[in-house]
């Protein structure tokens, strides 16, 4: 089982800058660089939606239009680690925020949350305006 844990959400005013962090956890910790890594998220009464992607190796990735040159997808392989950098961030960016793991590295990324194998709990972003 890949357990996943999301941390650095908070409270980020208007125009700010928020850098989220993802990790595998539990007592064996799976090696994250055998997943593509995408980070989803859910604002109260919408549905969860893709936000970006990186692939198993961190050679390329994928955003949203939404937060397409204000956010950055990262990867540490040696940590075990992916990141979210939230730049010039909205108050419409305010949702709960996850990381996934896609098993399926040799296939294209996915911004389809039902093709990801294993969440996080996610970790709450706020806005103030």
């Excluded at 595998?24 to 936000?51: C, D, I």
């Amino acid at each position: 089982q890949v357990q996943l844990v999301e941390s650095g959400g908070g409270l980020v005013q208007a125009g700010g800058s928020l850098r989220l962090s993802c990790a595998a956890s539990g007592r064996t910790p799976v090696t994250l660089s055998n997943y593509h890594m995408g980070w989803f998220r859910q604002a109260p009464g919408k549905e969860r939606e893709f936000v970006a992607v990186i692939t198993w190796s961190g050679g390329s990735t994928y955003y949203a239009d939404s937060v397409k040159g204000r956010f950055t997808i990262s990867r540490d392989n040696g940590k075990n680690s992916v990141y979210l950098q939230m730049n010039r961030v909205k108050p419409e960016d305010a949702a709960v925020y996850y990381c996934a793991a896609d098993r399926n590295r040799f296939t294209p990324v996915q911004t389809n949350s039902a093709r990801y194998d294993y969440w996080g709990q996610g970790t709450q972003v706020t806005v103030s305006i």
